[in-house]
């Protein structure tokens, strides 16, 4: 494998369910990213772990848990979701401390809560 | 301050034909200011950069133009083909400290033959 991987691709879920959506990267980068993509609106950035550690939450609900028990892999827990949950969530990985934050991303899974 | 407004929202270009795609910036902080491309199915990957100390950067068929005056730079995709057919992200950072990168909200580009 190679670059960021995701899985699943595809998720369709209940509202009462319980869920997870792994990421993986290759890449030997030290910062990892949850992104929520929905039509029409800019990437939303949703946490951001730094070396295993969250540094960022922005602002997400609860339902949303991050965890990241180690440098190389990021889950996204999901529960008791709201259909307007429904997007592309997107991990990225990148390298801080280099010049420029250049984020590599997953393909991304793609989630419908009915 | 912290948005970065990127227009048009859609793009239908003939093949062969220049493809420009618009993004402003407010944070005078930003210095770095990348375009992602993203194909259906899969997540936005780096296709060309710059930072503000030059007007322009080419790669191939890709030109970015950078106006710091006016806080805008733009995305020219010269003889454009249909496997530039995609969605277009500019987006912005500031180098040093935590790099948050705050994205556009994105142009869907479709080439026809």
């Known amino acids: 494998e190679t670059g960021v991987t995701q899985t699943p691709r595809h998720l369709v879920m209940g509202m009462t369910n319980k869920k997870s959506l792994k990421c993986e990267q290759h890449?030997?980068?030290?910062?990892m990213y949850w992104y929520k993509q929905s039509a029409k609106k800019p990437l939303e950035l949703m946490f951001v772990?730094?070396?295993?550690?969250?540094?960022e939450n922005n602002s997400v609900p609860s339902r949303f848990s991050p965890e990241c028990p180690n440098s190389s892999h990021l889950f996204l827990h999901l529960h008791t979701l709201q259909p307007e949950d429904s997007a592309l969530y997107l991990c990225?990985?990148?390298?801080?401390?280099?010049?420029?934050?250049?984020?590599?991303f997953g393909p991304g899974t793609r989630l419908t809560v009915l | 301050q912290q948005q970065v407004k990127q227009s048009p929202q859609s793009l239908i270009v003939q093949k062969g034909g220049i493809s420009i795609i618009n993004c402003a910036y407010e944070?005078?902080?930003?210095?770095?200011f990348p375009w992602y491309q993203q194909f259906p199915g899969k997540g936005p990957a780096l296709l060309i950069a710059?930072?503000?100390?030059?007007s322009e950067k080419k790669e191939g068929r890709f030109t970015i133009s950078f106006n710091k005056s006016a806080k805008q730079f733009s995305l020219h995709i010269m003889d454009s083909q249909p496997g530039d057919s995609a969605t277009y992200f500019c987006?912005?950072?500031?180098?040093?400290?935590?790099?948050?990168?705050?994205f556009g909200t994105g142009t869907k580009l479709q080439v026809i033959p």
């Open positions: 987006a912005a950072s500031s180098s040093g400290g935590y790099q948050k990168v705050t």
């Open positions: 990225a990985s990148s390298q801080l401390g280099a010049s420029y934050n250049e984020q590599f």
């Open positions: 710059i930072r503000p100390d030059v």
């Open positions: 890449l030997g980068h030290n910062a």
């Open positions: 944070n005078t902080a930003f210095d770095y």
């Open positions: 772990y730094n070396f295993k550690e969250q540094t």
